[in-house]
């Protein structure tokens, strides 16, 4: 099989970045990528910028592959998502040439006369990949590995508290967006109601959108519902988180709520979407309703698409559809102050020998991911691939502290709120123009 290539699904920043890595070893890649452009999903989020600075956001290999052709890494500056495709990764991908293919979205990955109940010379045999193009046209190629680098973008949670579409969900899909809003295209919310739904970055993100938007546009009003009570951790790390531009995202939030610019309701948990006129109200599994809102931004994270892996034989975490081994160092419910460590390719291997889940897809569900372990997790896989047991083995990173302690606490407990070990008690805020009843 040694003639075949090392196909890598996806061409966002890891899928890129696992090509460089792979030529640097004296691998053939071929990345495979569902858009007609690299990073497509980064594109869809473009206005966003980012809370890693330029220096944390490119791959060491792909600088390497890139600085023969005159680019030169930028140092300084947090880039949108825009930003970070034009002075990096179009360039990267521009390197790789036709090792990508594009239009090519992977729909299942198997083992040559293999399917995922025969063990009989199953590590021996070629993956099969086979994939479909934008006009429904099916192909088969062979690789003697498989790196998914697909990530998570494709697949959003609902607003529904239970994991599931909220009732009236689907139904309701024309008013409800699933990213964040972009202030240079302001007509969807400008002089409107708008209910952002989930309480990470992203969210984050959104507020500060929108009220940007509302500052231009007078009568605009923003509601943003929390599932959680106000505690320690509810707008991010702060100061203590070490990526300033991360602690500083959540607290822009904070001062929104506090200035009263944006109303924040707390320990709602979405059941229902119903349909008024135009717009929809948002009912809560204890039967409460908000007022009706023209749009639903909802941000509540994401979850890895699997189905194109049912006959991988693949030994993930019941709970966060991660590899099993970094299950522990990143599930929110037991996460605590810098305890996520970089993550490699003993962690990432699953029983199919050489099938790799790197990247966002690695996490799961889980919200923590960075480009820099995505970055060493590709490192340390192409390196294993190449046989280097070393290198493979050796940890090349440490990976910033978010200043947020703990992980989820008890559910439906106050008083660990923001939780954990070592996260002091809450301090609940008197939030909002106007008084919510909890």
């Not at 290999?61 to 890139?66: H, K, Y």
């Not at 991911?369 to 440490?398: C, M, P, W």
Request: one cysteine or more.
């Amino acid at each position: 099989m040694s003639d075949l290539p090392v196909v890598v699904i996806g061409a966002g920043p890891q899928g890129l970045a696992a090509a460089a890595h792979l030529l640097e070893r004296g691998l053939e890649p071929l990345v495979l990528e569902s858009g007609v452009s690299p990073a497509s999903a980064v594109a869809e989020w473009g206005h966003v910028r980012l809370f890693s600075a330029w220096p944390e956001l490119v791959d060491k290999a792909s600088v390497r592959l890139l600085e023969p052709t005159g680019w030169a890494s930028p140092e300084t500056g947090y880039p949108t998502g825009a930003e970070w495709i034009d002075g990096y990764l179009a360039p990267l991908a521009k390197a790789l040439g036709d090792r990508i293919q594009y239009d090519a979205r992977v729909t299942g990955v198997s083992r040559k006369g293999r399917d995922r109940l025969v063990d009989a010379d199953r590590a021996e045999q070629a993956f099969t990949v086979h994939r479909v193009d934008a006009e429904g046209n099916e192909s088969r190629l062979e690789a003697r590995a498989v790196i998914d680098a697909s990530g998570t973008w494709r697949g959003p949670n609902p607003a529904g508290a239970d994991g599931l579409p909220a009732l009236g969900e689907r139904a309701a899909a024309d008013v409800i967006a699933y990213q964040v809003p972009n202030r240079a295209e302001p007509a969807r919310f400008a002089g409107k109601h708008t209910v952002v739904v989930g309480a990470g970055d992203s969210a984050f993100n959104a507020i500060h959108e929108l009220v940007q938007i509302a500052a231009d546009h007078p009568r605009t009003r923003i509601t943003w519902v929390i599932r959680r009570v106000v505690g320690d951790g509810t707008f991010g790390g702060g100061a203590a988180d070490e990526l300033p531009e991360r602690g500083a995202l959540g607290q822009r939030a904070k001062k929104a709520v506090e200035s009263g610019a944006v109303d924040l309701v707390t320990g709602f948990r979405v059941a229902e979407i119903r349909r008024m006129g135009g717009g929809a109200v948002l009912v809560g599994e204890d039967g409460r309703e908000l007022p009706a809102a023209d749009t639903l931004v909802v941000l509540t994270g994401f979850r890895p698409d699997l189905s194109f892996l049912s006959e991988m034989r693949l030994d993930l975490d019941p709970t966060l559809e991660a590899p099993r081994k970094i299950a522990v160092e990143i599930d929110p419910n037991v996460h605590s102050c810098g305890s996520v460590r970089a993550t490699g390719a003993a962690d990432l291997a699953q029983p199919e020998p050489d099938l790799y889940l790197v990247g966002m897809k690695s996490y799961g569900r889980a919200p923590t991911f960075l480009a820099l372990t995505g970055y060493e997790q590709i490192r340390s896989v192409v390196a294993q691939l190449a046989g280097d047991h070393e290198a493979a083995a050796r940890v090349e990173l440490e990976l910033p502290d978010t200043g947020v302690c703990g992980g989820a606490g008890v559910f439906d407990d106050p008083d660990s709120a923001g939780g954990g070990c070592c996260a002091p008690a809450p301090t609940v805020l008197q939030i909002g123009r106007t008084p919510v009843s909890l």
